[in-house]
């Protein structure tokens, strides 16, 4: 007896010693333990007070929410069901476990276990003779909360799939709101189970279900694809989300129409991309732009995207000859995910009589789809590229070249010529463009493009001045330029002298020799600018020399240290 009240008052004394030193945390004025006390008794407005607390505390209450889920009392089995989701909905797998943004971060462990309990649970809820309780159940599941399918082991997946499933019986009941609540949290879900139960209410009566079946269905499948072997089933639901896009002013329409837009770019059949593409010249600009983007993004993704848009290259052409604006950059970008039978539809637009045709088709290119054109497109599509870059106007002219000049150096080399020409030009929009493809053409563009520069050495000073900077971009290749350059340090044109300056010192290591007339012009030339150009030309390829020189004495000195070892262990 002695030892049993000894051991009870060790117990309560370490008890105490823990809650001294570890006591329970508090929440908006009241510990855990406290907020499940109040939930599992008083009135209805102090039971929901405490499961909207807990619920926003974190994983930690899930204990006692567990708890409560058990209660005999229907109400407070419910409230806490429901505070089991939002807005514990922020809670989201993380490397270090589950973090929770409205509560603590606990280890990953213990979040994975308390978070199984909730789904071994859930599965009872969706079981139970209480309507509210399955009702609740099937909310907490199939929502956002723990809805994604990344973040579900094959346990909770499961269970989430069950809970869709239950769904269809809340969706046959006669109860309008309950019909439209059930579909919102199916639509949120993410989940391909909940494909199925939707589909029963495509054909409703009521016009308002109806559409809202069509929503949720569109936003299942943007975000999660079709269900496997699901093709057929899902065939007779795509007027009714092709509905979702021509509504005149539903709310949130781009948002709708963004879901709708994705989901059948995703369903990807014959009647689903045909229905899009006529939806391309949407009255509202918004709907509209949300139509081409998703449908570009999703065939963007897809494997068998590009067969896509080969079967449907007609169709698109027609579009653009329509509607050939700046917003049509999308369609164009998007007939050219074919390849070369795009590129070639793209050629026979540009060869239209219709001068605003060729130009609208001209100003989608650069805006997007340049590089896929020129990477298919024949020797014809190039031939007509380039002669828009002698006929057109001339911000047009130069918004091309800009767009040319960004591509790889493959891209860029059909337009050697243009290229030179703009490093020539008077504009200085166009000699910027020039350099940028003379930088990306390649050393065999760049040895081609050499001896027009060289030249045009011989033209007037401002001409010097232009092609000497074009040199400059040419890279190592003008190596044979340094000869005809030198001699200009010492021209009477100030600005030849700094465009010789600036150039050899870009060049490094073929103008080594230039270093000395460097070194005099930046202390003794009467013009500020070109000595402020020779001292920084100097600075670069003096710096350049020193790096040769030490790279050499570390040559030197490797084979010596190598026979010092060889002699010492010897």
């Known amino acids: 007896m002695a030892r049993k009240v000894g051991c009870i008052s060790v117990g309560v004394v370490l008890a105490g010693i823990v809650w001294l030193f570890f006591p329970e945390k508090v929440y908006h004025g009241k510990t855990i333990s406290q907020w499940a006390e109040q939930l599992h008794g008083g009135d209805r407005e102090s039971q929901q007070e405490a499961a909207d607390v807990l619920s926003t505390i974190g994983v930690d209450a899930i204990p006692a929410l567990l708890e409560a889920a058990a209660a005999d009392d229907t109400a407070t089995r419910c409230m806490a069901i429901k505070a089991l989701g939002p807005p514990m909905e922020s809670c989201e797998f993380t490397a270090s476990g589950m973090n929770c943004v409205t509560g603590i971060v606990p280890g990953k462990g213990r979040a994975l276990d308390t978070l199984g309990r909730v789904f071994r649970e859930a599965k009872t809820w969706l079981e139970h003779e209480d309507v509210d309780t399955r009702h609740a159940a099937v909310r907490l599941l199939v929502g956002r909360s723990w809805g994604g399918e990344s973040t579900c082991s094959d346990g909770h997946s499961e269970a989430i799939d069950r809970a869709c499933t239950a769904a269809g019986e809340f969706l046959a009941t006669e109860d309008a709101d309950v019909q439209a609540a059930m579909l919102e949290v199916l639509g949120a879900s993410s989940r391909r189970a909940a494909v ?69 770019a995703r369903i990807g059949s014959e009647s689903s991309v045909r229905e899009l593409i006529r939806r391309f010249s949407h009255p509202d600009v918004t709907i509209r732009d949300a139509i081409r983007t998703e449908f570009w993004r999703v065939l963007a993704a897809r494997a068998d995207g ?13 579009v653009i000859r329509a509607h050939h604006g700046p917003r049509d950059a999308w369609t164009v970008d998007i007939l050219l995910m074919a390849g070369a039978e795009g590129a070639a539809a793209v050629t026979a637009l540009l060869k239209a009589d219709d001068d605003a045709l060729r130009r609208g088709v001209l100003r989608c290119l650069y805006l997007r789809g340049m590089p896929r054109f020129v990477s298919h497109a024949g020797p014809e599509g190039i031939a007509l590229i380039k002669q828009a870059l002698q006929e057109e106007e001339r911000p047009l002219r130069y918004e091309l070249l800009k767009c040319l000049a960004l591509g790889n150096s493959e891209r860029c080399e059909p337009f050697l010529d243009e290229f030179v020409e703009a490093v020539l030009d008077s504009g200085s929009e166009f000699r910027s463009a020039g350099h940028q493809g003379l930088r990306r053409i390649g050393p065999k563009g760049a040895e081609a493009a050499l001896p027009r ?47 010789a300056a600036t150039t050899l010192g870009w060049l490094q290591e073929p103008a080594l020799d230039a270093r000395d007339p460097l070194e005099d012009m930046k202390e003794n030339d009467p013009h500020p600018e070109v000595r402020e150009a020779a001292d920084l030309a100097f600075k670069r390829i003096d710096l350049h020399a020193k790096s040769l020189q030490h790279r050499e004495r570390r040559t030197r000195q490797i084979p010596v240290r190598a026979n010092h070892r060889k002699s010492k262990a010897n």
């Open 196 to 264: 199925l139960p939707i589909l029963t209410l495509l054909a409703d009566e009521d016009r308002r279900i109806r559409r809202q079946a069509a929503l949720a269905l569109a936003r299942v499948i943007a975000a999660a694809g079709v269900p496997p072997n699901a093709d057929n089933r899902i065939a007779p639901a795509v007027p009714a989300i092709v509905g979702l896009l021509d509504e005149r002013s539903p709310p949130d329409a781009a948002s709708d129409a963004t879901s709708a837009a994705r989901a059948l």
């Open 306 to 318: 590009a067969e896509i848009v080969r079967r449907h290259v007609d169709d698109l052409a027609a």
């Open 453 to 499: 520069l060289l030249d045009a050495l011989h033209g007037s000073n401002s001409a010097k001045c232009r092609a000497i900077e074009g040199l400059g971009h040419l890279g190592p290749v003008a190596a044979p330029a340094v000869p005809q350059l030198v001699p200009l340090l010492e021209d009477d044109d100030w600005r030849v002298r700094s465009a």
